[in-house]
């Protein structure tokens, strides 16, 4: 079993919707979770960092952590075309090892 | 803004060639690593370091080999480049105490012919 798993997509959606991507987890033990933006020919970008169980919000985007579930999301509000790039969810391991999903490439169409 | 500056966008070798991917961080990060992106497997960690000539083997070393003889300067080395290694080469760096978060160049996009 993979230590991160991520929904593949891709995901397409009109300018205006609401966005959930979603990872889960293996090890209970993870306590920090991020979200990275990779945009077409560049290299991934921290976009949200969490600690804890429950919501955080940044502007539009709101991570939320489940860990009695293991399951990590993104919430995008009011999607714009710019949002349009691959997000990657991350979870610190042991040492300096880092998790990685695969990534969801999300389309937002105007 | 931390800056991790990867030598080359692009590069193009050939089969047995030896090849020098280099990586510059202004952040004075202790941690620098060197991932390969590819389409459906994500990133796969090749190697890291967390100090000067200080090096870890990570998920596929193999065909690999990584210098680093100053802080800021991580280099990654294909000692006979082979058409499986053809794929997208990211850097990235981190401070020192876990679990700070990489941050990541814009990679080079190798092909070997």
Redesign the interface.
Known sequence: QKEVEQDPGPLSVPEGAIVSLNCTYSNSAFQYFMWYRQYSRKGPELLMYTYSSGNKEDGRFTAQVDKSSKYISLFIRDSQPSDSATYLCAIPGTGNQFYFGTGTSLTVIP | DVK?TQSS?YLVKRTGEKVFLECVQDMDHE?M?WYRQDP????R?IY?S?DVKMK?KGDIPEGYSVSREKKERFSLILESASTNQTSMY?C?S?PGA??K???????T?LSIL
Do not use: I, K, M, T
């Open positions: 991790v966008r941690n690593f459906g497997l994500g990133l960690l890291f967390y870890e990211l990235a981190s876990p679990p978060p990489q941050h990541f160049g814009d990679g996009r």
